[in-house]
């Protein structure tokens, strides 16, 4: 259990005008990261709506590791000052885009990771870095047979044999 | 406390990371599951049909996020029907709403009987043209009875699907009145095509379907000078792709046969290409089988062992060049197994599946339509059987593994084994026995969606209409069954590579009597023909007494 960290004085001489946030990770790493940066997670926002509140600043505990927070952070810190669509809340959900190419390349890590990522966004609320990670997922299992996709995927077949075989299951359509 | 700002090397991943990372995490819980149903969401929204209906049947997990999301049942509905939502349909039903439609819709036609809310086409029992009836896209057209020149169409309702019923009739130029050889109608273009035999050519006169008029963005007439020999009795058949369309002329006494590529747009015939006398498909009655692939491929087929030079019958596929038209060799050759007897062309799905392709969203295509790529390649395969009778087996070979294999590959000889039933996942059906002797296939409808009709004697000897409800897809997900699963013809089945993978289907089969009328005209049914259209109307006709008899069957539920 990581120490939980008042934070009383947030701004740093010499780095602008943004606010630094004190995010701390599930192997106990103390990330520190320009506000501004992580304004695209809602879940962050709204934690930072809570200081503005209560004018009492704190550490952010988070339920991932610090590799996983990393790879979010350099994400975030790409796309800062960006707009993305999808992470517009009062946006119409738009349709099936492409997936961006430097998220393509960003999202080239193996699936566990890959896995981590998108439960991370998920939890931070970030929306386009859900929806790339989905697609990244999806590329992965389509067109594979069930049993590639168990293997892919990480996942036991937990249904009973007559489960199996029952045509609900197989969905013979 | 006051700290300061990490070192900015610290936000940055190191690519060497992440594999000791997973491996560490390999042994617990699956990632995957430990994730919210959003997070499962998102990955399943991003896939398609086919793909969900794997997911669903990896773990306990998937499946329930699947059936309980309508999003995704839709999809996965829309899948083993072989539907496609349409883009230009009317929208004003809800995602559950649509769901709940394509359901009954599918459901609908696991029973085949006659409607009692009277007949769709009235007035055709004294009808005696049969050759000048089409049936496409729900679309009926035949000739006026008081008049020759005004065609009639109708379209079929469709409760189910949203479309409703609509008449629109069409005003034929006196000059080509009297006969004609062919019609085609392309719904999704709006447009109907009438070719008409003239001497020593053809004429292709294009029409909108709702109009009645010249096509907005047609020539009017396509005139093609024919290079065959004048002979009575030309056959035409005509597929359009896009602003593409495709002529083939035959002759009764011959097997060789023209491939005419046009515009229809603009009128310009690009290529004219006359085969061989000994590759036409003189078994099927002399009728010309050329079809699209796709834009710039043509298939065509050719029966005579000794017609090509891999010294098997095989499907020929010739590719459009935008300069030449149709180059003079074929540039793949899909050889066939030696004892296959018959080839059927692809089953035309309604061309109004070829919605999505259309320049412009002419009709009124309904909530969902057939899919474009579900079109079949239907090898008719007879296997010897007891007492010199033969078993036939049907094997529809979904076209769109030709075409990724066109795309993936240079060109060439095609062994079966690498495109057959094994390479293809394809679908086989085992016509009941007896039953291949007393139905004959109509070229123009025979089979409407994924769906066959065939007409059989009853156990007492009416006739009866057969109707096979079957979908390619659902082979896609065909078990791996063990050897021998397969009854008489195994070996054969063993050397077409269909042996280890059963492919039978879990095809619904459901039969109702045919119409009295056509019962008491008939003796046998051997001279029967029978077209079915997507949305229910089941069309009967015996061209050699020239007495056609029309039922509609479900259409009002349908």
């Not at chain 1, 599930?26 to 304004?39: G, L, P, Q, R, Y």
């Not at chain 2, 050397?495 to 993978?501: E, F, S, T, Y």
Request: charged share 20%.
């Amino acid at each position: 259990m990581p120490t939980i960290v008042s934070v009383d004085d947030s701004t740093v001489p010499g780095e602008g005008s943004s606010r630094l946030l004190l995010l701390v990770s599930s192997d106990n790493k103390h990330i520190v990261v320009e506000e501004d940066i992580m304004s695209r997670s809602r879940f962050i926002s709204k934690q930072v709506e809570g200081f503005e509140a209560t004018s009492q600043r704190h550490a952010i505990l988070l339920p991932f590791s610090s590799f996983v927070l990393n790879k979010v952070i350099e994400y975030c810190s790409h796309y800062r000052g960006y707009y993305l669509l999808e992470d517009d809340p009062d946006a119409a959900p738009p349709g099936r885009s492409p997936v961006r190419e430097w998220d393509q390349e960003f999202l080239d890590v193996d699936r566990n990771m890959l896995l981590r990522i998108i439960k991370a966004a998920h939890y931070l609320e970030i929306k386009s870095l859900v929806g790339s990670c989905a697609r990244a997922i999806a590329d992965m299992i389509r067109g594979k047979t069930t049993e590639e996709m168990r293997e892919i995927l990480g996942v036991e077949n937990d249904f009973t044999p007559e489960e199996e075989h029952s045509p609900s299951s197989k969905c013979t359509g | 406390m006051l700290y300061t700002r990490a070192p900015h090397a610290h936000l940055r991943t190191s690519s060497s990371t992440p594999q000791r990372y997973g491996r560490r995490a390999s042994c617990r819980v699956p990632p995957i599951l430990r994730s919210s149903d959003d997070v499962l969401l998102e990955i399943l929204e991003s896939l398609d049909g086919r793909d969900i209906v794997m997911c669903k049947a990896v773990c306990r997990r998937l499946k329930k996020v699947v059936s309980e999301t309508v999003s995704l049942q839709y999809k996965v509905e829309l899948f083993s029907s072989g539907m496609l939502d349409s883009q230009h349909g009317p929208h004003t039903l809800t995602l559950a709403e649509r769901l709940a439609r394509l359901r009954s819709y599918n459901a609908a036609w696991r029973c085949l009987e006659w409607t009692t809310c009277g007949e769709v086409l009235p007035h055709l029992q004294d009808y005696s043209h049969s050759a000048d009836v089409a049936t496409s896209a729900s679309i009926y057209s035949r000739r006026a009875e008081d008049s020759m020149q005004d065609t009639i169409m109708q379209q079929i309702p469709s409760q189910l699907r949203g479309i409703p019923e609509r008449h629109t009739s069409l005003l034929i130029p006196a000059q080509i009145s009297d006969i004609w050889s062919n019609v085609y109608t392309d719904a999704a273009q709006d447009l109907y095509v009438i070719v008409v035999g003239a001497y020593l050519g053809f004429r292709c006169f294009m029409r909108s379907i709702s109009s009645g008029e010249d096509h907005p963005l047609g020539c009017g007439i396509l005139e093609v000078i024919t290079s065959l020999p004048p002979r009575p009795g030309f056959q035409t058949s005509v597929d359009i792709c896009n602003a593409q369309i495709l002529i083939t002329i035959c002759g009764r006494t011959s097997a060789a046969f023209e491939i005419i590529l046009g515009n229809w747009q603009s009128g310009a015939v690009l290529s004219k290409q006359t085969t061989s006398e000994r590759c036409g498909s003189y078994v099927n009655n002399g009728h010309p089988k050329a079809y699209f692939l796709d834009d710039d491929h043509i298939l065509l087929e050719h029966l005579e062992p000794d017609a090509c030079d891999c010294g098997h019958s095989s499907i020929q596929v010739y590719t459009i060049d935008s300069d030449d038209g149709l180059g003079a060799t074929p540039s793949y050759t899909f050889v066939l197994p030696d004892f296959m007897q018959i080839l059927y062309p692809p089953h035309r799905l309604s061309p109004l599946s070829k919605a999505w392709m259309a320049p412009r969203p002419a009709v009124d295509t309904g909530h969902f339509h057939p899919n474009p790529a579900d079109r079949l390649l239907t090898v008719i395969l007879s296997v010897p059987a007891d007492r010199g009778q033969f078993d036939e087996h049907y094997v529809d070979i979904p076209l769109h593994t030709l075409r990724s294999y066109v795309a993936a590959h240079p060109g060439g000889v095609v062994p079966w084994a690498a495109w057959g039933p094994r390479g293809a996942r394809a679908t086989r059906v085992r016509v009941p026995r007896g039953l291949s002797a007393v139905y004959r296939m109509n070229e123009q409808g025979f089979v409407g969606g994924l769906r066959r009709l065939l007409l059989c004697p009853a156990a007492d000897g009416a006739p009866m209409i057969l109707l096979l409800d079957y979908h390619p897809q659902r082979i896609a997900r065909g078990r791996l069954c063990a050897e021998g699963a397969l009854e008489a013809g195994a070996e054969m089945l063993a050397a077409l590579a269909i042996g280890g993978v059963e492919t039978a289907l879990p095809c619904l089969a459901s039969a109702a009597p045919a119409p009295q009328a056509l019962a008491e005209i008939l003796d046998g049914f051997d001279q029967c023909g029978i077209r079915l259209c997507e949305d229910g109307m089941v069309f009967l006709d015996n061209p050699s007494v020239w007495v056609s008899a029309i039922k509609v069957a479900k259409v009002f539920s349908i």
